[in-house]
C-alpha cells in the first residue's frame, strides 16, 4: 500500500473546503461532514489510512489471543474488522466445536487428570514459520492456567489438536517456533513439583520444585505434535516467563527469562512479606540461555530421564552437556525478543527503565572460552553481565515487550508505566521516538514482527485498559488495541479497536497473502482429523440404521434440504445423526440442531459432522439448518418423533 501523503490530504480536504464554500449544507459535502462530526485533518488521514472501501480487502491478517475466553480472535490491518472467532479450549456453538463428535474429541486432548477443562487462558499465539519466515500454514496457543497448547490449521482455522503439558502446572513462555517450525516452545511459570499429584511443602521449593522449557516436536505433513519426540529441560525454580527461539546466527538457541529468582515463598498469614516483595528482592533475575539442538540430540542418545512418561534432560545432565548456561538480567523481565538477524538479544525489565541487548556473539565468546563469572545454586554456568551485553537503552518506565521493524536496526517497546510506546535503534542504543497510547500498554506487534523479517508498516498496541475510549458497556470494560503508523520517522495513531473477548496477551499479524485457507472440504471430510469421514455418505445414499437400542442416521444438507426428513426413534435409543453438507458453492454452510437436545453442528461444504446423544424423553423435535441458507431455509428441517417403547400406529380410519 502506498503511503498516504500530506499532500493529497490537503487537496482532498481543500476540494471539500471549495464545495463548502458553494453549496449549503449537505451530508455529501467532507468540510461539512468533517464540521458536523468533529474531524480534524489528522482524523481524515487516519480515516484514509485504515478505511478499506466495500469489496477491497485488508493487507494483514491478526491473531489475537482471546485471554480467558479461551479461544483465538482474529481481525485484519488495517480496518481492524474481526473477522472470526476460533474455538480453541472452550466449547464455542458457532463452530459448533464442543457440540459435534468429532470437535469433542480435541477438546477431550485436553482432559487433565481424567476431567474435561472448558476454559482455557490462552496467552501467546504464534504462526509457523519457515526459514523464520511466517509461512501462514499453522498458528500454535498456549494455556496458561492448564498448561496446554493448541494447534490450528490455518487451511481452515480450525483447533485441530491440544496436547496437555506432562509436567507442569502452569506455563507461560510459549508458544514460540523454531526457524523451521521443527518445535514448538512453552516454558513454565509457577515452579511446583514435576512429578503428577505430589505434594511437598513450600518450604521444599530449592530441593523439590521445578522450573522447565518444554520443545514440542511438530510434524508439519501431519500437522500435529509429536508427544512421544518431545522432551523437556529440567530448569531451577526460578519462575520462567517469555521465551524465543534464536534464528540466524542464533539459530539452534533458545532463550528463556525468569523472575522471582529469588524463589520466594511468600505467606503474609505466616508473617513474611508478600510475593511481589519478596519476589523482587534481588536487582537482578536469570535469562536462561539454551542449546535446544543439541539437547535434541542428548535425549536420542537416551540421556534424559522419565518424568510422567516424558524424556526430561536433568539440570545436572544439562550442565554436563553444555546446554544451559545463565546471564543476569534486570529484575522482573517479561519480553525477550531475538532480533530479526539472531544476533541480539533483548530483554524488557518491567522495574527498570532499561531495555538490556544482549551480544549473541559475546554469549558464545564466553561459553566458548569456558568464561564464567559463578556458578548458580544448580550448579548452573553464569555468564557475566558486562560479558555479553552490547548494550542497555533507558526507555522509560516499565518497559515489557520489544518488536522489530523492517528498518534495520529499528525496534519498538511497550512501557507500561508511562502508557507509551518508545521507538528505538538496538545497534547505535538510541531513543528515537515516543507515542502515548492508552493506556497501561501489555505487548505490541509489528507486522510478521516476530520472523526473521518483519514488514514493518503498522504497530499495535495492546492496551490493558480502556477507560474512557469507548461507550461504556458497564464495570468490565474491553481492551484495546490500537493502531499505529509506523512507516514515516514519526509515529502515529490512526485507530482504536476494542477487543470484547477476555485478555489478548499477545497477537501476532501476517500478510494476508500467504493465508491460503480453503473455501470448501473435500466431500465427507472429518475436518478435525482431516481424514474421510465413517459417516459420509453421497446424494440419494441416505439411510437410517438400526442395531438393537442404536440408531444411526446417514443424512446429507443440501439448499433447501435435510434428508432424512423424519427420524424415527424410540425413547432410550442412542442416536448418532451423521451430515453430509453436499454444496459445491462458497460460503454455503447449514447449521444443525434438534430441538432442546443440546446438540449443534455447523457443517461447512464438503464436510461431514456427527452428533451423539441419548434420546432419553419422548417427544417430537423438530430439527433444522441453523445458519441462513436460502429463501427456503425456514422449510429446512424435519422431525426427530421420539416414541414410547413398544408404540404401534393404531389401525383407525
Ligand atoms: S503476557 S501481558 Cu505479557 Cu502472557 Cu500477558
Not at 309 to 315: E, K, L, M, Q, T
Not at 463 to 474: A, T
Request: with cysteine; glycine share 8%.
Amino acid at each position: 500500500m502506498k503511503q498516504f501523503n500530506k499532500q493529497a490530504t490537503s487537496l482532498l480536504l481543500a476540494a471539500g473546503m471549495g464545495l463548502a464554500a458553494t453549496a449549503a449544507w449537505s451530508a455529501d459535502n467532507l468540510a461539512d461532514v468533517l464540521k458536523a462530526r468533529g474531524l480534524s485533518q489528522q482524523d481524515l488521514l487516519a480515516a484514509a489510512k485504515t478505511y478499506v472501501p466495500t469489496g477491497k480487502r485488508d493487507e494483514f491478517v491478526a491473531f489475537s489471543s482471546g485471554g480467558q475466553s479461551g479461544q483465538v480472535i482474529v481481525y485484519s490491518i488495517p480496518s481492524m474488522r474481526i473477522l472470526k472467532y476460533i474455538g480453541v479450549f472452550t466449547p464455542e456453538p458457532w463452530q459448533g466445536y464442543g457440540f459435534d463428535e468429532s470437535s469433542k474429541k480435541v477438546l477431550a486432548q485436553g482432559r487433565i487428570d481424567g476431567k474435561d477443562i472448558t476454559w482455557g487462558d490462552t496467552h501467546h499465539p504464534a504462526i509457523s514459520e519457515t526459514n523464520g519466515e511466517y509461512d501462514g500454514q499453522f498458528l500454535f496457543i498456549n494455556d496458561k492456567a492448564n498448561p496446554r497448547l493448541a494447534v490450528i490449521d490455518l487451511r481452515d482455522f480450525e483447533t485441530k489438536q491440544i496436547v496437555v503439558n506432562p509436567i507442569f502446572k502452569s506455563e507461560h513462555g510459549g508458544a514460540f517456533v523454531t526457524t523451521n517450525t521443527e518445535y514448538v516452545i512453552e516454558a513454565a511459570q509457577y515452579p511446583a513439583p514435576l512429578e503428577n499429584k505430589k505434594f511437598y511443602p513450600l518450604e521444599e521449593m530449592n530441593e523439590k520444585y521445578r522450573g522447565g522449557v518444554t520443545y514440542w516436536k511438530f510434524d508439519r505433513k501431519e500437522g500435529r505434535i509429536v508427544t512421544k519426540d518431545s522432551f523437556s529441560l529440567e530448569l531451577p525454580p526460578y519462575w520462567q516467563d517469555l521465551s524465543d527461539a534464536g534464528k540466524g546466527a542464533s539459530e539452534g538457541w533458545s532463550f528463556t527469562n525468569s523472575f522471582c529468582s529469588e524463589r520466594y515463598v511468600g505467606g503474609i498469614e505466616k508473617g513474611r512479606p508478600p510475593y511481589e516483595a519478596g519476589c523482587s528482592a534481588k536487582d537482578t533475575d536469570y535469562l536462561h540461555v539454551i542449546n535446544w539442538k543439541k539437547a535434541a540430540e542428548v535425549v536420542k542418545a537416551g540421556k534424559a530421564k522419565k518424568i510422567n512418561g516424558h524424556d526430561v534432560i536433568s539440570i545436572e545432565t544439562a550442565v554436563k552437556e553444555g546446554l544451559l548456561y545463565l546471564i543476569p538480567e534486570p529484575k522482573s523481565p517479561h519480553g525477550v525478543d531475538v532480533t530479526p538477524d539472531g544476533k541480539h538479544i533483548v530483554v524488557a525489565g518491567k522495574l527498570d527503565t532499561h531495555v538490556s541487548v544482549y551480544s549473541f556473539e559475546k554469549i558464545q565468546a564466553a561459553i566458548k572460552a569456558g568464561k564464567f563469572e559463578s556458578k548458580d545454586a544448580y550448579g548452573i554456568p553464569v555468564i557475566g553481565m558486562k560479558d555479553a551485553l552490547h548494550t542497555q537503552v533507558s526507555l522509560g518506565l516499565g518497559p515489557l515487550h520489544t518488536q522489530y521493524d523492517s528498518k534495520a536496526c529499528v525496534a519498538y517497546t511497550s512501557l507500561y508505566v508511562d502508557s507509551q510506546v518508545a521507538k528505538w535503534n538496538y545497534c547505535e542504543g538510541k531513543v528515537l521516538d515516543k507515542i502515548s497510547v492508552h493506556y497501561n500498554i501489555g505487548h505490541l506487534m509489528t507486522m510478521e514482527g516476530d520472523s526473521t523479517k518483519p514488514a514493518g508498516k503498522y504497530l499495535v498496541a495492546l492496551n490493558k485498559l480502556s477507560i474512557d475510549r469507548f461507550v461504556p458497556v458497564g464495570p468490565l470494560q474491553p481492551q484495546s488495541h490500537q493502531l499505529i503508523d509506523i512507516s514515516g520517522d514519526k509515529m502515529q495513531l490512526l485507530y482504536d479497536m476494542p477487543l470484547p473477548l477476555g485478555e489478548p496477551h499477545y497477537v501476532v499479524a501476517i500478510d494476508a497473502k500467504k493465508l491460503k485457507p480453503a473455501v470448501r472440504y473435500k466431500v465427507g471430510t472429518d475436518s478435525r482429523t482431516d481424514k474421510p469421514h465413517p459417516g459420509a455418505v453421497r446424494a440419494g445414499e441416505e439411510k437410517i440404521v438400526r442395531k438393537g437400542n442404536k440408531v444411526e442416521v446417514f443424512g446429507t444438507l443440501i439448499r433447501s434440504h435435510i434428508t432424512p426428513e423424519t427420524i424415527d426413534v424410540e425413547v432410550g435409543d442412542e442416536v448418532t445423526i451423521n451430515l453430509t453438507n453436499l454444496e459445491r458453492a462458497q460460503d454455503e454452510t447449514h447449521g444443525f440442531t434438534v430441538s432442546t437436545y443440546n446438540v449443534h453442528a455447523s457443517v461447512e461444504p464438503g464436510k461431514t459432522v456427527a452428533v451423539k446423544f441419548k434420546a432419553d424423553k419422548e417427544g417430537v423435535y423438530p430439527y433444522y439448518c441453523t445458519e441462513f441458507c436460502s429463501a427456503l431455509h425456514l422449510e429446512m428441517m424435519g422431525y426427530m418423533l421420539v416414541k414410547p417403547k413398544g408404540w404401534k400406529p393404531s389401525a383407525k380410519k
